[in-house]
C-alpha cells in the first residue's frame, strides 16, 4: 500500500514539475548545411525553461542580425543572440534571434564546436525570456552559474571556463 501511495505522489509530482516548450523555427532552411534537427534544439532550449514556453527562434544573416540590433539596441553591429521576452506569467512568450555569421566567428575564436555555441545561445537567449539578466555583477554570476549547470546536465563544457569572448556584450 505505501509503495503505491509513493508511486503515485512521484507520478503527481512528475507531472506538476513537467513544463511545455512550443518552438517555431523560423529561416533554418537557409542554414540547413550548418544548424542541427529541430528535435536538438528543442532539447537544448527545453532544458533551460523554467515555466510553459513559447518562443519563435529566427536565424539571420549578418545585415539582417546588424539591422535588428541597431533598431532595438541602438548599437550598429550583428550580435550573436536578441532575445525579446514579451511575457513570463502565465507562459513565457518571446522570440529569439541567432546571428549564424557571428556564431560561426565566435565558435572558432573560442574554440567551440559550432553546436556547442549554438547551444549555449539558445540556453541563454531561454534564460532572458525566463527574467534572467547580466546587466548588474550580481545578475551576471546568476545566470552564468544557470547557464553552467544546464550547459553541463546537457553533456556541454562549462561555456565560462575561459572567460574569452563572452556571449554577451
Same mark, same amino acid.
Request: glycine residues 4%; charged residues 30%.
Given at each position: ?12 509530482? $512528475? +507531472?506538476?514539475? #513537467? &513544463?511545455?516548450? %512550443? @518552438? ?5 532552411? !537557409?542554414?540547413?548545411? =550548418? ?10 532550449? $527545453? +532544458?533551460?525553461? #523554467? &515555466?510553459?514556453? %513559447? @518562443? ?5 544573416? !549578418?545585415?539582417?542580425? =546588424? ?10 553591429? $550583428? ?14 512568450? !518571446? ?75
Amino acid at each position: 500500500m505505501r509503495a503505491a501511495i509513493r508511486r503515485k505522489k512521484t507520478a503527481l509530482a $512528475a +507531472a506538476v514539475t #513537467e &513544463r511545455t516548450l %512550443e @518552438v517555431d523555427f523560423q529561416n533554418e532552411g !537557409a542554414f540547413a548545411d =550548418r544548424l542541427p534537427d529541430n528535435a536538438c534544439m528543442h532539447k537544448w532550449m $527545453a +532544458a533551460a525553461c #523554467e &515555466r510553459n514556453t %513559447e @518562443v519563435v527562434v529566427r536565424f539571420v544573416d !549578418a545585415k539582417e542580425g =546588424r539591422e535588428l540590433n541597431n533598431t532595438y539596441r541602438h548599437k550598429d553591429y $550583428a550580435t550573436n543572440v536578441l532575445t525579446f521576452d514579451y511575457s513570463r506569467t502565465p507562459i513565457v512568450t !518571446a522570440d529569439l534571434v541567432i546571428c549564424v555569421p557571428v556564431l560561426e566567428r565566435e565558435a572558432a575564436e573560442q574554440n567551440k564546436t559550432f553546436e556547442e555555441h549554438l547551444a549555449h545561445l539558445l540556453v541563454h537567449g531561454i534564460l532572458h525570456a525566463h527574467g534572467y539578466d547580466h546587466l548588474a555583477e550580481d545578475e551576471a554570476e546568476i545566470m552564468e552559474a544557470r547557464e553552467t549547470e544546464i550547459m553541463l546536465k546537457l553533456g556541454f563544457a562549462n561555456p565560462y571556463s575561459d572567460r574569452i569572448g563572452m556571449v554577451h556584450d
